[in-house]
């Protein structure tokens, strides 16, 4: 009688090879990106995974005036296809796999690529790598989208169509629900609000390619997955995402080939966890998220970029990256991980949260559908992402939700982490956004006019005609030495802009003993003012990420104050106008970009402008000590950060400072 373990062996013949393992990295210039990259795969990182700044995702070169302050923050500047050139030098193209976090501008850099590519000698169709191309989440979280969803899936359908036949060892989309849950969702609308999104992108496509090429165009979808600190539930997400991706292919698009169905997916592991409080505990936050996507064999993640311990700070240093790049290495090389088939095979507890979270989701996919489909059903997943985040938001509040070292165990030693001159971050020389400017001036002084702007009409053209797939003519565009921001505003002009909804008015009130404090309190507040506490919530710059905005105008509604908000991507001019003609008591401004030192002085400048320079304003976002120190000597009244977790708190400090600066007083409950 043969052993069990002889008809199940334990192990493996042979150890699985790791998964690609990337780090996600970009700051300032091509040059300095380019040493952080070579640097990187010197200390044995396997892929690329490129961060842009917000200019170049959003469609804005340097010199636009939205791009103030922000250029090289939270990425690479890349303006045109020398940029693109110097980021990839000394960087084999047709042996490296790169990761492109880009959506809006996607198809721009994408042709960028293939250009530079083309310099080194090699042929599209030998590239590998990724872009994300997924901007139905940028509506629901991320915020870097540029045209409106119809022209926006355009671009991503004819980006598929053109690689699948071009560059086919190219992933031309990563179907993001990274995004959706670092907005708050719950893993059953991770799940089917990405799901949905891929639904709708396969729908388009579909209409663009002939249908013997829809089974290669399933097998080239992959997607960009979170994994949060609960890693056995997060495990069993992934197991239910592949189930479902596997249906669809075969139920829906008729996919027969069986590695086409296969669920394929890449991650970073969840950085809204991540703290400002004692910013230690985030690396072991970390090493258990990675336990998520690597575990459990048959639903392993084929790349991996893990956050370093101090993004919630601020950019990681090269030395921070290391630190995450170690831990894939130790958990590839050091431990046993990838000498066993699936550990989790025949678990009555996975079945059975998978089942329930395959149920939940298929359920909330229908109710998408019967909306007409993820591009109509944008506010309904906006409004539940802010919904669910608002409750997440209120469990931390209440404590049913521990979140060491910041609503629990908060007594703690001084880090020596945090102890140097920088806070424990990276510091972008404010004279790199100059820099880029002046480089830019120099690159259009310096080529062939009459070629770009034949390109650009052409661009032009091929946007208007329906039928025709818009990447030749972006390719030609950025031979011809285009900017990105030449591209995108080709695209402007042809297709519109478009501003995304807020879900602020559809989330679900808050009820709590503290809140109906609040009321009380702002009741008599307006009282005392003659009509009701106004507060104007504002996002200058191009900071697309909205959560933390959404979460403070929900609260102050709950409050009973008369909130504004407009959403994303103002300026300056238009954040004091708004002050001015809706006569605002207060301004609040969130940026998590780090462009704060240059954004907030202009806003205040714009206020003391337009007659408004009294109204007090209060800021919050990711701003280390030294610079919260210099905005409140510029004037700014409260600077508040991710450790400054109790929104009620906030929220009182906000009467009080409104009670101050009109004469009256307020009290807090006892």
Avoid at 393 to 417: D, Q, Y
Avoid at 529 to 535: H, M, V
Wanted: hydrophobic content about 40%.
């Amino acid at each position: 009688m043969l052993h069990m373990s002889e008809i199940h062996p334990p192990r493996l013949p042979e150890p699985d090879r790791p998964w690609m393992m990337r780090t996600y990295a970009g700051h300032s210039d091509a040059k300095r990106s380019n040493e952080l990259y070579r640097g990187n795969l010197e200390k044995g990182q396997t892929g690329l995974s490129v961060a842009f700044d917000l200019p170049t995702q959003t469609g804005y070169d340097p010199d636009h005036e939205l791009a103030r302050g922000e250029v090289g923050k939270v990425g690479v500047s890349i303006a045109h296809e020398g940029d693109m050139r110097t980021l990839l030098a000394g960087i084999p193209l047709d042996h490296m796999n790169t990761s492109m976090t880009i959506n809006a501008t996607a198809a721009w850099l994408l042709a960028l690529y293939i250009v530079a590519a083309e310099e080194q000698g090699v042929p599209q169709d030998k590239l590998q790598g990724t872009t994300q191309n997924d901007i139905l989440k940028e509506y629901l979280s991320r915020g870097t989208y540029a045209f409106p969803p119809g022209p926006s899936l355009r671009l991503i359908a004819d980006t598929i169509a053109y690689t699948v036949e071009h560059v086919p060892r190219w992933n031309p989309i990563n179907i993001c629900s990274y995004h959706l849950q670092e907005a708050g969702a719950t893993p059953v609308q991770e799940i089917a609000y990405s799901m949905s999104n891929a639904i709708a992108v396969l729908d388009a496509v579909r209409e663009r390619v002939p249908p013997a090429l829809m089974s290669s165009v399933f097998g080239r979808i992959s997607f960009f997955v979170n994994a949060g600190v609960r890693f056995i539930e997060e495990h069993a997400k992934l197991r239910a995402m592949s189930q479902l991706w596997e249906e669809l292919g075969r139920e829906r698009y008729g996919v027969e080939d069986e590695k086409h169905r296969r669920f394929r997916y890449g991650v970073q592991v969840n950085s809204l966890g991540l703290t400002e409080a004692q910013p230690e505990n985030n690396v072991y936050r970390i090493a258990l998220e990675a336990l998520a996507v690597t575990l459990g064999r048959s639903a392993r993640a084929r790349a991996i970029q893990l956050p370093a311990w101090n993004e919630a700070l601020g950019l990681p240093r090269p030395w921070d990256q290391q630190w995450s790049l170690r831990l894939q290495q130790v958990l590839a090389y050091e431990t046993d991980l990838l000498e066993y088939p699936d550990v989790f095979e025949g678990s009555k507890v996975m079945e059975g949260l998978v089942a329930e979270l395959v149920d939940g989701s298929q359920a909330e996919m229908q109710r998408v559908a019967e909306l007409g489909g993820a591009v109509r059903a944008v506010a309904y997943m906006k409004a539940g992402l802010v919904e669910s985040h608002r409750e997440r938001w209120r469990r931390i509040e209440a404590r049913e939700l521990t979140i060491v070292g910041m609503n629990r165990f908060i007594t703690t030693e001084p880090s020596p982490l945090t102890a140097d001159a920088d806070g424990g971050i990276l510091v972008v020389d404010p004279e790199v956004e100059a820099e880029q400017r002046h480089a830019l001036a120099h690159w259009r002084a310096h080529r062939d006019q009459a070629a770009v702007a034949a390109a650009l009409d052409d661009l032009a053209r091929a946007a208007r005609d329906d039928a025709e797939n818009i990447m030749p003519a972006t390719i030609a565009a950025a031979r011809a030495g285009a900017t990105t921001g030449e591209w995108a505003q080709t695209l402007r002009d042809v297709f519109g802009e478009y501003r995304a909804p807020t879900g602020v008015g559809e989330a679900a009130a808050a009820s709590s003993e503290d809140v109906s404090d609040l009321r009380d309190e702002v009741d008599d507040i307006s009282e005392l003012l003659g009509r009701r506490l106004k507060f104007l919530v504002g996002k200058p710059g191009l900071d697309g990420h909205s959560n933390g905005a959404e979460q403070i105008a929900v609260r102050a509604r709950d409050a009973g104050m008369d909130v504004v908000y407009e959403g994303i991507r103002l300026t300056p001019a238009q954040i004091a106008n708004s002050a001015a003609q809706e006569g605002v008591h207060v301004v609040g401004l969130s940026i998590l970009s780090g462009s704060h030192a240059e954004l907030i002085p202009s806003v205040l400048a714009a206020l003391r402008e337009a007659g408004v320079g009294d109204v007090p304003v209060v800021v919050g976002g990711i701003i280390p000590e030294a610079d919260a120190a210099a905005l409140r000597e510029a004037g700014v009244a409260a600077v508040y950060t991710p450790k400054d977790w109790d929104l009620n708190r906030m929220m009182r400090d906000i009467i009080t400072l409104v009670a101050e600066r009109h004469g009256a007083s307020t009290a807090a409950p006892a």
